[in-house]
């Protein structure tokens, strides 16, 4: 069936770094823009980057420029997210998701195709 | 940025009855060419990931019923449930895509009064 499945979460200390993945099935992973979206302990959503179906396209959120680093593997269908340096304020769940699979994707689709994961969890603190 | 601002952040709503929630874009995200608004409408249940309701500021998404239903243009936008179920508790959120980056409003609660 269609899943995304994020791994890579767990507790950081600030300023160090860790590499979150994204594993897709049932869907043709290269086809889509693929986005990280994150949510805050009882906070509201916030989007964080989006690359595009081929990678050569990426755009980052204000309070992540500089530190994150999104990437794809489109031959093992793996998104990645590398957090470098990280703040107490990047502590949320960081899911992956199509975001509609509207925007970056191949061909321009005019239908949604929306899929998430369950996320990880990514705690910073000393 | 974009900035989208829902009202109101709370929602009490008695079953049965209409619940509509509003969002104003600091920008208009109606992008000319193709006539469409880059606006779409997720629920995010207690402990579960966002589904989409709608995308395009009105196309509803394949299963969403159609109690709900999606309207606006230009900058202000509305979520209108017309008779609210127990199942419909919820967190709401809108989001833009016309331009990077990608920007949500801060949620409505919708709760049983």
């Known amino acids: 069936q269609v899943q995304l499945v994020e791994s890579g979460g767990g507790v950081v200390q600030p300023g160090r770094s860790l590499r979150l993945s994204c594993g897709a099935s049932g869907f043709i992973f290269s086809n889509f823009g693929m986005h990280w979206v994150r949510q805050a302990p009882g906070k509201g959503l916030e989007w964080v980057a989006v690359?595009?179906?081929?990678?050569?396209?990426?755009f980052y959120s204000d309070s992540v420029k500089g530190r994150f680093t999104v990437s794809r593997d489109n031959s093992e269908n793996t998104l990645y997210l590398q957090m470098n340096n990280v703040r107490a304020e990047d502590t949320a769940v960081y899911h992956c998701?199509?975001?509609?699979?509207?925007?970056?994707?191949?061909?321009?689709?005019?239908?949604?195709?929306?899929?998430w994961g369950q996320g990880t969890m990514v705690a910073v603190s000393s | 940025d974009i900035v989208m601002t829902q009202s109101p952040d709370s929602l009490p709503v008695s079953l049965g009855e209409r619940a509509t929630i509003n969002c104003k874009s600091s920008q208009s995200i109606l992008y000319n060419s193709n006539d469409m608004n880059y606006v779409a409408w997720f629920q995010q249940k207690p402990g579960q990931p966002p589904k989409l309701l709608f995308y395009?500021?009105?196309f509803r998404d394949s299963g969403v019923p159609d109690r709900f239903r999606g309207s606006g243009s230009g900058t202000d936008f509305t979520l209108t449930i017309s008779s609210l179920q127990a199942e419909d508790v919820a967190v709401y959120y809108c989001?833009?895509?016309?331009?990077?980056?990608?920007?949500f409003g801060q949620g409505t609660k919708v709760e049983i009064k």
């Open positions: 395009g500021a009105s």
């Open positions: 989001l833009q895509y016309y331009g990077t980056p990608w920007t």
């Open positions: 690359i595009s179906y081929d990678g050569s396209s990426k």
């Open positions: 998701t199509t975001l509609m699979g509207l925007g970056f994707s191949y061909g321009f689709p005019l239908n949604a195709f929306d899929v």
